[in-house]
């Protein structure tokens, strides 16, 4: 797998642990672990941009042009969504649109849709009920659908609902999509993880047979020296007779 496509993987996992966080953050649950996990996850993808920029720079040196294109384009896709994440995670203030809004949209479609798909006539204070969504604080988008609802007849009322639902679908296939594009990362990571656990204990049991060749050659050494230790006592005791031999000798 080339590298930048781990790192629009890397991109989409990111995406989805933003949304985590502000769902954390809108039922005020601790989000401490959340923030240390994305921001490795950044920096990370900046190493990852880093090392895209450094093969850019060798492929241009080398003169390969057919491969510097796609590397370019490649590279200035993720340094904007590198800094788009970068900016979400810091301010917050834009969170992921593409997957809040499609979840979001998904559950509120279900509760607005018995409500607003109606092809009889009401009264303006109705209507005025009908469209608006529910908020725990009532936004300007909010007033905003509503008189848009309000200048739409039953007909463009259902087409305009039709589009919406139309939309939701496509942001929740484009969701499922990179649901599955992290699914396909995880397994990957789990097929590196084994693979690590599999050289580990490879080196382990290198590092055992090793351990056993130390012991033996210790041991030997070991039987060398008493050896050697032994020798030098008899070498000196037979010494020691042939002085005393020719002492007798000299002495008679």
């Known amino acids: 797998m080339s590298k930048s ?38 920096e990370q993808f900046r190493d990852g941009l880093e090392s895209l920029e450094i093969e850019k720079t060798r492929l241009e040196e080398a003169g390969d ?37 499609d979840l979001y ?17 009401t009264s303006p204070v109705a209507s ?7 908020h725990d604080d009532p936004s300007d988008d909010s007033a905003g659908c509503r008189r848009t ?37 995880s397994m990957r990571i789990g097929d590196e993880l084994d693979c690590h656990v599999a050289i580990l204990d490879e080196v382990e049991a290198a590092t055992d047979r090793h351990q056993s060749r130390l012991d033996r ?3 030997t050494i070991r039987r060398v020296t008493k050896g050697a230790s032994e020798n030098k006592q008899m070498t000196a005791i037979v010494i020691l007779i042939i002085i005393l031999v020719l002492l007798i000798a000299v002495l008679k």
């Open 5 to 42: 496509t781990q790192l629009f993987l890397l991109a989409d996992h990111i995406k989805l642990s933003l949304l985590e966080r502000h769902r954390s953050k809108s039922l005020d649950v601790d989000c401490d672990s959340q923030d240390r996990q994305l921001a490795r996850s950044l």
């Open 65 to 101: 042009l057919s491969a510097i294109k796609p590397v370019s384009n490649e590279l200035l896709v993720l340094q904007k969504q590198f800094d788009d994440l970068t900016s979400q995670f810091h301010g917050f203030s834009t969170p992921v649109p593409s997957t809040v809004d």
């Open 105 to 121: 949209a998904s559950t509120s479609s279900i509760s607005r849709k018995p409500k607003t798909v109606r092809f009889n006539d």
């Open 128 to 134: 005025d009920q009908l469209f608006r969504p529910y």
């Open 149 to 185: 609802a309000e200048t739409l007849n039953n007909q463009q009322l259902h087409k305009y609902h039709s589009q919406i639902l139309d939309e939701q679908d496509e942001h929740l296939d484009q969701l499922g999509q990179s649901i599955g594009r992290q699914r396909e990362l």
């Open 217 to 219: 050659a210790t041991r």
